[in-house]
């Protein structure tokens, strides 16, 4: 054994010496950590975590808020020069403008309810996710309904039915994801274990 302990000792130097940065673990991984460091680590995890849940939180957030902005515009300008903006103009045979101003207002509503499910901090705020489905869906319902009833189908538009029920989806799917991070970052401060130095 001692042979082959001084065989590999030469063999780290030689490596060294050779430009190789080889060497053995000056550190031993198998002792256990202590309370202190399990404390400290657990900390920096939870720390770490606490970060990214704010901040992919509020990357999606701001996602939903710009298309709300663009809602908003899109409002307006149906509300004061109807069937202006090609997307809208498709449709002008076919409903009524008030109707367009009503569906959008409902993607604003369907866009409130996924920003407060993702920015709340209650134990609830996963229903405001799974809520805004419900306006979502019939909102694509409505949208679908109008442009099978076109003359020629528009794939162009195929964004207005399916952009909030996707953002509403997708934001589900984020919640769930730092959820289960989160989970796994509570468990292992439930693993933390009394250690004792002999």
Known sequence: MQKLTRK?????????????SFSLPTRDDSRPIDTQEQEELVRSLEKTHAQQNLLWRSVFGGLVLCYVAFLIYSIF?????????RYH????NEVDSWSIVAADLTA???CSMIITGLMNTSKYHRLWLWYSF????LLAVFWLHH??????FRWDIVWLPFTPLGGAGICLYVDRLLNESSEEVRKLRGYMYAYKAY
């Not at 130097?13 to 190789?20: N, T």
């Not at 103009?89 to 002008?92: H, I, V």
């Not at 442009?147 to 020629?152: C, G, H, P, Q, T």
């Open 8 to 20: 590999w000792r030469k063999k780290s130097y030689e490596d060294v010496d050779g430009g190789e």
């Open 77 to 85: 300008q149906q509300a004061y020069s109807p069937w202006e903006l």
């Open 89 to 92: 103009a498709y449709f002008m």
């Open 108 to 110: 604003v509503l369907v």
């Open 134 to 137: 419900v306006p979502a869906t």
């Open 147 to 152: 442009m099978l009833r076109l003359s020629k």
